[in-house]
């Protein structure tokens, strides 16, 4: 069966420093994928950054980072510099490899203080 | 830049009335899947679409719900007798042919059954 868990409901950090966020999951599938989502209020899904399983550097996008340690199948996301406009509702995501569906985490939400 | 569209961004709806929630994935995406959303929860899974046929689905996606890609752009999530729990925001989203790609994501659609 595949999870993914996020266990911070909330987090807060100020403005211009650095934040992490936590994803953990499970999986007997020998190929996969994990996703980093941002949902500002405004409710829609922005894709944010991808890690494959057989991937052997982080994945690093802008101000996004990955921070993929296989071994304790965990998939945390680093935010560089945050800004105000960061402040939203962020969903990791496991991919299946056959049908190509997300399985989301139960999300954190993050604010930006200034 | 391509994108999913999802049309109406907001139905009001009788309960036990049927509703049709449209989608125009992005061109060359192969892959379809639904997603739903109830407030302030996670994303969850609904279905996956692949070569005109459902290629998983979960527990949530009962006979109340059936998808059709009725002709070669849109891709339509049918809801049959409508029930206040059907409320929530769905997401279309689409894949391209290649495994373990990102999901991009519409919209949405926020449903309110009253």
């Known amino acids: 069966a595949q999870k993914i868990t996020q266990t911070q409901p909330g987090m807060f950090v100020q403005e211009k420093e650095a934040v992490t966020l936590d994803c953990t999951y499970d999986?007997?599938?020998?190929?996969?994928?994990l996703f980093w989502y941002k949902q500002p209020s405004s409710g829609e899904m922005i894709f944010l950054i991808y890690?494959?399983?057989?991937?052997?550097q982080n994945a690093t996008e802008g101000r996004y980072s990955l921070n993929f340690q296989k071994a304790r199948k965990s998939a945390n996301l680093v935010i560089s510099a945050s800004q105000l406009g960061d402040s939203a509702m962020y969903f990791c995501?496991?991919?299946?490899?056959?049908?190509?569906?997300?399985?989301f985490g139960q999300g954190t939400t993050l604010q930006v203080k200034p | 830049e391509p994108e999913v569209t999802q049309t109406p961004s907001h139905q009001v709806t009788q309960m036990g009335q049927e509703v049709i929630l449209r989608c125009v994935p992005i061109?060359?995406?192969?892959?379809f899947y639904w997603y739903r959303q109830i407030l302030g929860q996670k994303v969850e899974f609904l279905v996956s679409?692949?070569?005109?046929?459902?290629?998983?689905k979960s527990e949530i996606f009962d006979d109340q719900f059936s998808v059709e890609r009725p002709d070669g752009s849109n891709f339509t999530l049918k809801i049959r007798s409508t029930k206040l729990e059907d409320s929530a925001m769905y997401f279309c989203?689409?894949?391209?042919?290649?495994?373990?790609?990102?999901?991009?994501f519409g919209q949405g659609t926020r449903l309110t059954v009253v």
């Open positions: 989203a689409s894949s391209p042919p290649a495994e373990n790609t990102e999901a991009f």
């Open positions: 999986t007997s599938d020998p190929s996969y994928g």
């Open positions: 890690q494959g399983s057989y991937d052997q």
């Open positions: 995501a496991l991919g299946s490899s056959n049908t190509g569906k997300l399985i």
């Open positions: 061109s060359n995406h192969l892959y």
């Open positions: 679409f692949y070569n005109n046929e459902i290629s998983e």
